[in-house]
């Protein structure tokens, strides 16, 4: 699902940024350490050393094709089948993903952004994807439209992941994700410390 390499970084379009996040050695030893402390189960490495892509939106951390973060959507990967809805393209990293999958037919994507759209877009056109510019909680389904399954992918906010649980249940077989795997606060101080490294400001925590 990573797209480092893909998309055109450094870029830049109104209130979207595309940048590249260089993690040294020392970085990824202290996001393993990390790890251990915010989420002691999780396998693997969270922030290996190297180059990553990162979206911002507003000057916020939007999405990264890290580990750490590509993780969450793994489980709703494996399951997809069939026609897809989603909310927010992101990096497109899990569009990617879908596009791996002959048993997935089509995509449907609602993003907020337009500049997201036109910055990360382009690398995820086909013929199995269709991109609408749209607010998820305003957008109308075309008469008799239903999914397979959605990710209904938003910032950590219970309340917004309700809201849009009840408006798709009626044309959707299977959401994800339930409102209990979704934080209910602001992240921990260290996932905090590494957003604010990706966004390239102090961390709001020391």
């Known amino acids: ?20 996040w260089s993690v040294s050695a020392d970085e990824a030893r202290a996001a393993e350490g990390l790890q251990r402390i915010w989420s002691p189960g999780a396998e693997g490495h969270p922030l290996p050393a190297g180059d ?29 089948e069939g026609d897809v809805l989603m909310t927010g393209l992101g990096l497109g990293c899990l569009v990617h993903g879908l596009l791996g999958k002959p048993e997935v037919r089509s995509i449907t994507v609602l993003e907020l952004h337009a500049e997201v759209l036109e910055l990360v877009g382009p690398s995820c056109r086909g013929p199995r994807v269709e991109l609408v510019h749209a607010d998820a909680l305003a957008w109308r389904p075309p008469p008799d439209r239903r999914w397979d399954a959605a990710m209904l992918d938003v910032a ?45 400001l102090p961390p709001s925590a020391q």
Request: proline share 13%; net charge negative.
């Open 52 to 80: 990553h892509t990162v979206l911002l939106v507003d000057g916020e951390l939007a999405m990264t094709d890290a580990p750490f973060c590509l993780r969450n959507y793994v489980p709703f990967l494996e399951a997809a």
């Open 156 to 200: 950590d906010d219970r309340a917004l992941v309700e809201r849009l649980l009840a408006r798709y249940e009626p044309v959707v077989d299977a959401l994800w994700p339930h409102p209990d795997e979704v934080p209910d606060g602001p992240p921990p101080p260290d996932l905090e410390r590494l957003a604010a490294r990706a966004r390239g």
């Open 1 to 20: 699902m990573r797209v480092t390499g893909r998309l055109p970084v450094p870029a830049e379009l109104g209130r979207a940024r595309l940048a590249r």
